[in-house]
């Protein structure tokens, strides 16, 4: 399993925006199959927000951030990012990134190695 390491979080007003950072502490995204973001708000399950398939880096995004957030990758930084812009205080929560050998698409038990999260907070 890699170790993930999130940055980026904060607190922003509405309209704001925020650019997580995704970086392993071991290994390499270009061993993975798919790297995503999912959030988890007080009280709610955690949700797939954005996923991108590290050798096509092709992209998927929830309906909810379609529009407004961009998931991103650079291999020669070993990092994975999600750029949010437009934020809304529905968008608060803790953003975890997840990384898997298959494609994960938006679901996390097809992910096995997460990060400890980042804290995202939106205020009206």
């Known amino acids: 399993q890699m170790h993930l390491v999130e940055s980026g979080g904060g607190s922003v007003q509405a309209g704001g925006s925020l650019r997580l950072s995704c970086t392993p502490s071991?290994?390499?995204?270009?061993?993975?199959?798919?790297m995503a973001w999912f959030r988890q708000a007080p009280g709610k399950e955690r949700e797939g927000v954005a996923r991108i398939l590290t050798g096509s880096e092709m992209v998927r995004y929830a309906d909810s951030v379609k529009g407004r957030f961009d998931v991103s990758l650079d291999n020669a930084k070993n990092s994975v990012y999600l750029q949010m812009n437009n934020l809304t205080p529905a968008d608060t929560g803790v953003y975890y990134c997840?990384?898997?050998?298959?494609?994960?698409?938006?679901?996390?038990?097809?992910?096995?190695?997460w990060g400890r999260g980042t804290q995202v907070t939106v205020s009206s």
């Open positions: 997840a990384a898997s050998q298959q494609d994960g698409f938006l679901y996390a038990d097809r992910y096995n190695s």
């Open positions: 071991n290994g390499y995204i270009y061993n993975t199959w798919s």
